[in-house]
């Protein structure tokens, strides 16, 4: 918004993770605050918009967003057009949408693989049941995709047609795989890339031999997330 000259106001959960909330206050953000679960988040957000007057901008149910993300799927097929797998991380859905919309255009052949943690699943066991769930949601590493998914979502038709499977990925998992980024390759990301790394870890036998390309979405963790999940290696 900063590089637009625009100015918004953004709508967090009330246990955003503290090391993602500084880091759009340092942008210049302007934050409001409301209950536990992105989904009641985002229905305040919208409520607001319509009282003052404003625009809405989701982040995921929003189909200049979603199209956004399906660049990506774009640059996935110029760099590796042979690709036969895509593992990618989800809350909403927006970037699966977008990367699988994409791809299934233009590669028939190419598996979209969605990632979700074990504790927040909503989108993929809506998917499994045929229609939206309104599901609890557990603690997660993957603070990146946890919450639910609005009523209507235009992502949810999309992953329905154009995902080809879902992994859930256990704490555990995810942890390994922040960690194993950390100690193999020298980088740091956070849980919601750990659930696509860690789904892919643990499916890895069944793409042996395969080109697969993994979204490694963000490196937004706080330090302490970080040495506790040395500390646990380590014991």
């Known amino acids: ?32 605050h409301h209950g536990t679960d992105v989904e009641e988040t985002e229905t305040k957000a919208r409520q607001m918009a319509l009282e003052e007057g404003i625009d809405f901008i989701s982040p995921y149910n929003d189909m200049d967003v979603m199209t956004g993300q399906g660049t990506i799927g774009k640059e996935i097929l110029e760099d590796l057009p042979d690709v036969d797998a895509v593992f990618v991380p989800v809350g909403g859905g927006g970037l ?4 699988a ?7 028939t052949t190419a598996k979209v ?5 074990a504790h927040s699943a909503v989108m993929a066991k809506s998917v499994e049941a045929g229609r ?3 599901l609890p949601s557990l603690d997660t590493l993957s603070d ?3 919450g639910g998914v609005e009523e209507g979502s235009i992502t949810f038709p999309i992953c329905q047609q154009c995902v080809d499977d879902w992994v ?17 390759h020298h980088k740091i990301v956070e849980g919601a890339a750990g659930v696509a790394i860690g789904a892919f870890l643990k499916t890895a036998q069944k793409y042996h031999g395969k080109s697969v390309a993994i979204i490694s979405c963000g490196a ?10 040395i500390e646990l290696r380590q014991q």
């Open 101 to 107: 919309a994409y791809i299934k255009a233009l590669k």
């Open 144 to 146: 990146g995709t946890a």
């Open 132 to 134: 939206i769930l309104d």
């Open 220 to 229: 937004n963790i706080s330090m302490e997330k970080i040495k506790k999940i």
């Open 96 to 99: 699966i949408a977008g990367i």
């Open 1 to 32: 918004m900063k590089t637009v000259g625009l100015t918004g106001t953004i709508y967090l959960p009330e246990n955003v993770s503290k090391t993602k909330e500084l880091a759009l206050v340092r942008e210049g953000a302007v934050l409001r």
């Open 168 to 184: 859930l990925v256990e704490e555990d998992v995810i942890s390994d795989a922040i960690y194993f980024m950390m100690a193999e």
């Open 113 to 117: 693989v969605g990632c979700q943690p």
